[in-house]
């Protein structure tokens, strides 16, 4: 990676850039890298922070989607953070809306991509086969529409963590969480700015999930990209780009009207 990965009061997270803040949340499986289209993008007139969500590294017990978004609290209350475009992939989308059901007051606007919260389709609907690394190579493409995206790299960092009993636990635990707690009943309450941006090929949260979010949630757009599955940011981070832009010039447009 090319960023700086800063290590500071136990949290581990990229900081680039000044200006209004926008923080990326990862997915359960993704990485700091997954983001590193907006980054190079974004950080000559935004602050991008990345914090490295402690997926495996809580107590199984509290390993849970409510964890999670207390750790992000805990970090914005440490980095002083206020006035924050939220950025949500996956898991990560689903954090973002936790955190908002309980702390709204430091978000000033919300984007999801991939979000669970409602439904996803975790791993193809099967649990993954730890001993075959074909078969992680099949998951992890199933990601993706272009099967490309999926290097050897990134099926290798796979399959070593499912091949690692201490994350496979927590990653299991992690996403039974994510299953349990469905958001549709607290949707309603988010009224700030939301901007979906959604794999019109997403098989993991297909796009009728997309379609729900934008019915329950009061303020938002939603953009579909052709060609595309589960993280627009990683497969089209060009066209992806150009929406977030969109969405931050017109979030700006209504502040200086």
Excluded at 96 to 124: C, W
Excluded at 146 to 153: C, K, L, R, V
Excluded at 202 to 220: N, W, Y
């Amino acid at each position: 990676m090319e960023f700086v990965l800063k290590e500071e009061h136990g949290f581990s997270y990229i900081d680039e850039g000044e200006g209004e803040v926008l923080l990326l949340l990862h997915g359960l499986m993704g990485a700091l890298s997954n983001w590193d289209g907006v980054i190079n993008e974004f950080k000559s007139k935004y602050r991008v922070i990345i914090p490295m969500l402690p997926v495996y590294d809580m107590p199984l017990i509290s390993t849970g989607v409510k964890s999670l978004s207390k750790f992000v609290h805990k970090f914005i209350k440490f980095k002083k953070l206020s006035n924050i475009t939220l950025l949500g992939n996956s898991l990560g989308g689903h954090v973002a809306l936790v955190y908002l059901t309980t702390h709204p007051e430091n978000i000033k606007a919300l984007v999801l991509t991939g979000s669970s919260g409602l439904y996803e389709n975790a791993f193809g609907g099967s649990f993954p086969r730890r001993e075959s690394i074909d078969f992680v190579r099949e998951k992890v493409q199933f990601t993706f529409y272009d099967p490309a995206i999926a290097t050897d790299d990134l099926v290798q960092d796979v399959f070593q963590t499912i091949n690692d009993r201490h994350k496979v636990i927590r990653l299991l635990a992690m996403a039974k969480s994510a299953i349990r707690h469905n958001m549709k009943k607290d949707l309603h309450k988010i009224t700030i700015p939301v901007s979906l941006i959604w794999g019109r090929n997403d098989k993991i949260t297909p796009p009728e999930v997309a379609v729900e979010f934008h019915e329950l949630l009061p303020d938002s757009e939603l953009h579909w990209i052709d060609k595309c599955g589960h993280a627009p940011m990683m497969e089209h981070p060009e066209e992806f780009n150009v929406l977030l832009k969109q969405f931050l010039t017109k979030l700006e447009t209504k502040v200086n009207a």
